[in-house]
Structure formats: structure tokens, C-alpha cells
């Protein structure tokens, strides 16, 4: 893949053929002048490494040139690529037109931590386009979604969202962590704002947190409550203007180099572990729909899925490495989680390990019963992250624990 071949600045004393860690909290500058225009924008010198660092510039890049997209912004975790895209977007009487289907955090950063500034998140029916348009008004300053909603693997239509969004004024930013971008191509599909954890996949094994921005450029921003007034001098580049000149720099979540580095040689093997932890995950939904004492299975690209058409003309037959299954019980999924001897009982997604876990006790543990039936999770659900190991290996330590769990 030519991505792995994304320069950086030489030359290089040593000619290191790996970009170095460029560990510096400051840079030097050769004059007052030099350092004048690099403090008020003129040139794009590195200065300090809350703003920019150049081992976090050049990952910024690689991902850059995967997904062609105008810009690339790295955050220390996806959180932070989240929180960060939403005070970009929103101001006090902004609301954001969403669902309840989120990553826990990202519900609770709607609600309460945006609500505490009079951001309000207007939760509706993503799949449903007539309920999505009659949530947006003047004050929208975004359509958030997940691409595969976790736990619940629901998908909505990306092209037809992104016409009601662009038709409004509104952009559509989707949060695209569980099909990486090597895969698919969210511009093609009308995103306009893509963020991911890069925490997952692209971390390669789970050593570093880690969050992207990627802006295609491809929104008019002219009707965008907080950034119309930049749009007449910035147009499709104002989003990536206000998020690296104010937003990122006062919050203070810049990637920071080592992780960078880190991230960086994920890059380098993601398509490969994509392939094949997703190609495992495919032929072990398939396999556990046989298994006695499992109920049901969810993964979207099984024929018999609600989603399989959309799911695989949006992102291709091998939708991520995350599926779903149910067991009778939560106590028969308690006894379950406590007889596996491969699987790790862990969070995280994509590690090259397999993990386990069981959702309602643990990420949405504190939530209400009210708000987990509102978020449809349910008690007798277990989500696998199918990481390298063989499929038989997993599929071996799945029935055993099954069958020793009775
Ligand atoms: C993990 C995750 C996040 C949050 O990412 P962190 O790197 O843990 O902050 C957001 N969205 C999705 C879909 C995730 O899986």
C-alpha cells in the first residue's frame, strides 16, 4: 500500500528508515521574525506540542493519504476526538440530532456534559429519515451517528442521511470506529466529519488510546450556527480553521508523540489484522449460530441479518470484528464469562486478543434500567472482539465454556 510510504522531512542524520519520536515539548527558531510568523499563522513551523508536534504531523499524514481526506487532526483518545468535533460545532442553543444508540460516553458527553451548557441532544430514530428531518431546525449543528451501533448493531443509510443533512445545511458526522478506513470510504458515502478511536484497530494490539478528526472539506458551512460567520473567509475549511486555531489548543488533548509513533506502526499493519481478525469474526457468527445454548447471534454481514443489505453495500462483506450473542440469562452469561479459559474477560475492541464482556453490568452498568431499555440493552447479551487467534481455538474455548456452564 503506498500509505506506508508517506515521506516525512528530510534529512535525517541517521537516516532512520521509521519516523523518530520527536519528544520535545518546544522547538528553536533561528530569529524573532521566524518566531513571529510562526505564532500568528503565517508559516507552519512547529512551536509547541500542545499545537502541533512533528512525529503526531506525520501520523496525521499517513491517515491522511488513506482516506484523502483534507485534513487529519489526532487527539489522545476518541473521547477527545468527540468532545473536541462538538465544541467546534456547537454553542449554547446548538442541538445535535443523534440517537440513543451510542457508546456509553458519548451518550453521558451529550447529555451531561454538553446539556451543562445548554447543548441539547435531540435523540430519534436514525433509520428512520422522516423521524431524523422532523428533528432538525435552524439551531442543528450536526447529525452524530455510529456506523454499527454497539451493542446493538443497527445501521442506518448513510447517502440518503447525508442528503437530508446537506439539503438542511446541516453536516453528518459519523463516528466510524468499528469498520476502520482501510476498508470502506465514508467521503464516498457523504460523510462530512469522521471520527474514530483510534484506540482499536489502529493502535495494533491494544498498547496506546488514541482519537482522529477527519475533515473531507466537502461541507458549505454557511448555515452552521456557530461557524457561518468564518464561512464567507474560510468556506469547506472552516471547520478545520476553528477546531486547529482555537478549539484543540485550549482543550489540550493533542496526541502526543510516542503514541503517535505507536499508532503509526498500527498503520502499518492494519489492513492485514483487518482481514483477518473481521474474516475470523464472519465465519465465527456463522459457527455459534449452530451452538447449543446460544440463543441468537448478531453480526451484519449474516444473510439472515435485518441490516446485511445496507450493511454490506456501505462497508463490504467483513463489517468489522465485533459481534453479539445472546444466552438464556444474565446468570447462565455470568457463568459463561467465568468458565472461559481463552477469551479474556476485558474491554477495548480490537486487541489482538480476543475480549469478552458482558454490556449491561459493566459499560452501562451505572446507566437506569429505564435508559438501558430506552438504549435496548439487554441482560442476556455477551459481545465478543475477535482479535488473531484461529477461529477453531475460539470457537473450542466458546463451547467449552458453554458446555461446563450449564
Ligand atoms: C471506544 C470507542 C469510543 C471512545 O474511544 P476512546 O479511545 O476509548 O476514548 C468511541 N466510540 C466508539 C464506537 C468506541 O468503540
Not at 19 to 31: H, K, L, R, T, V
Not at 233 to 251: D, W
Request: net charge negative; hydrophobic share 40%; aromatic share 10%.
Amino acid at each position: 500500500m503506498s500509505y506506508q510510504h508517506t515521506p516525512y522531512a528530510k534529512p535525517d542524520p541517521y537516516n532512520a528508515l521509521q519516523i523518530p519520536i520527536y519528544q520535545s515539548d518546544a522547538f528553536e527558531f533561528n530569529s524573532a521574525e521566524e518566531m513571529e510568523a510562526a505564532f500568528t499563522g503565517k508559516t507552519a513551523d512547529h512551536s509547541y506540542s500542545r499545537v502541533s508536534n512533528p512525529t503526531v504531523q506525520f501520523f496525521e499524514e499517513r491517515v491522511r493519504s488513506v482516506t484523502e481526506a483534507y485534513s487529519v487532526t489526532a487527539l489522545n483518545s476518541g473521547m477527545a476526538a468527540i468532545s473536541n468535533t462538538f465544541l467546534t460545532l456547537a454553542k449554547a442553543g446548538s442541538n445535535i440530532v443523534t440517537s440513543t444508540h451510542l457508546f456509553g460516553n458519548t451518550y453521558s458527553f451529550f447529555k451531561s456534559t454538553l446539556g451543562a451548557f445548554g447543548v441539547e441532544a435531540r435523540c430519534c430514530d436514525l433509520t428512520n429519515l422522516d423521524d431524523v428531518s422532523a428533528h432538525i431546525d435552524e439551531n442543528t449543528c450536526g447529525i452524530f451517528l455510529e456506523i454499527i451501533t454497539n451493542p446493538q448493531m443497527e445501521v442506518a443509510n448513510l447517502k440518503a442521511l447525508s442528503e437530508i443533512a446537506v439539503k438542511a445545511g446541516v453536516p453528518l458526522i459519523a463516528d466510524t470506529t468499528i469498520v476502520p478506513f482501510c476498508a470502506w470510504k465514508a467521503k464516498d458515502l457523504g460523510v462530512h466529519i469522521e471520527v474514530v478511536s483510534s484506540t482499536k484497530y489502529i493502535s495494533g494490539g491494544a498498547t496506546c488510546l488514541g482519537g482522529l478528526i477527519i475533515d473531507y472539506g466537502n461541507f458549505n458551512w454557511d448555515k452552521s450556527p456557530k461557524l457561518k460567520k468564518l464561512a464567507s473567509e474560510h468556506g469547506a475549511a472552516s471547520f478545520t480553521y476553528l477546531l486547529r486555531k482555537e478549539i484543540h489548543r485550549n482543550l489540550g488533548a493533542y496526541m502526543t508523540p510516542q503514541v503517535a509513533y505507536l499508532q503509526t506502526l498500527g498503520m502499518e499493519t492494519l489492513q492485514v489484522r483487518f482481514a483477518k481478525a473481521a474474516g475470523t469474526c464472519l465465519q465465527l457468527a456463522n459457527a455459534l449460530e449452530q451452538v447449543d445454548g446460544i440463543v441468537s447471534v448478531n453480526y451484519t454481514a449474516l444473510n439472515d441479518n435485518p441490516f446485511y443489505e445496507l450493511s454490506n453495500a456501505q462497508f463490504g462483506p467483513l463489517p468489522g470484528a465485533m459481534l453479539t450473542f445472546d444466552l438464556e440469562s444474565r446468570e447462565r452469561c455470568y457463568r459463561f464469562m467465568n468458565h472461559l479459559k481463552l477469551i479474556k474477560r476485558a474491554t477495548n475492541l480490537f486487541d489482538n486478543k480476543s475480549l469478552a464482556i458482558h454490556p449491561a453490568s459493566t459499560i452501562f452498568g451505572t446507566f437506569t434500567e429505564a435508559d438501558r431499555r430506552l438504549m435496548n440493552i439487554k441482560q442476556e447479551t455477551i459481545r465478543l472482539s475477535v482479535g488473531l487467534e484461529d477461529l477453531d481455538s475460539l470457537l473450542d474455548d466458546i463451547t467449552q465454556s458453554l458446555n461446563t456452564s450449564k
